[in-house]
């Protein structure tokens, strides 16, 4: 794919200034298709796919947590890890208001409001990890180091099957 055939999102533009290796991956967008679709269409292993999911605490402040797309969140244990009464994912709407990103194209970068990030910690280990590049069909690869540098998310271990 060609340079200028990227998608030049919010989340591309923060890649780029903060001087990210990353490649675009460009894919057929299904509605509803989640991590599964994006993984088959790449020809890459689910886990490595992550999932930018937005969601709430007892108090309506947003977070984002970032998980394998294998994986479910178990919002009790993140809420007893936050120390807050509960955690919820947004509605779509409510998302979209808060990242400025349509629900499926959710990138963790360039989000339109800052947000604290939680990462799955297992996330880290892995080579080579593809997240939303702020489009729906559009992922992008890098190494989780890079997205640690830029993000600094707090590590967590809240994964269940």
């Not at 339109?112 to 080579?127: F, G, H, Q």
């Amino acid at each position: 794919m060609a340079r200028d055939e990227i998608p030049v999102t919010p989340a591309v533009r923060v890649l780029r200034a903060e001087k990210v290796a990353f490649e675009p991956h460009l894919y057929p967008y299904e509605e509803k298709g989640g991590t599964a679709s994006s993984s088959k269409a790449l020809g890459v292993p689910e886990h490595s796919v992550v999932k930018t999911l937005v969601m709430e605490d007892d108090t309506k402040s947003p977070l984002i947590v970032l998980m394998h797309g294998d994986k479910q969140v178990s919002t009790k244990n993140l809420a007893r890890h936050l120390g807050a009464r509960s955690i919820t994912p947004c509605s779509p709407e409510t998302a979209t208001k808060h990242s400025g990103y349509l629900v499926g194209g959710t990138s963790p970068f360039g989000t339109k409001r800052a947000m604290p990030v939680y990462m799955e910690s297992t996330i880290a280990e892995l080579p080579r990890i593809y997240l939303n590049g702020g489009k729906r069909g559009f992922l992008v690869s890098l190494a989780p180091s890079e997205l640690m540098r830029v993000l600094k998310p707090a590590l967590v271990s809240v994964a269940t099957e």
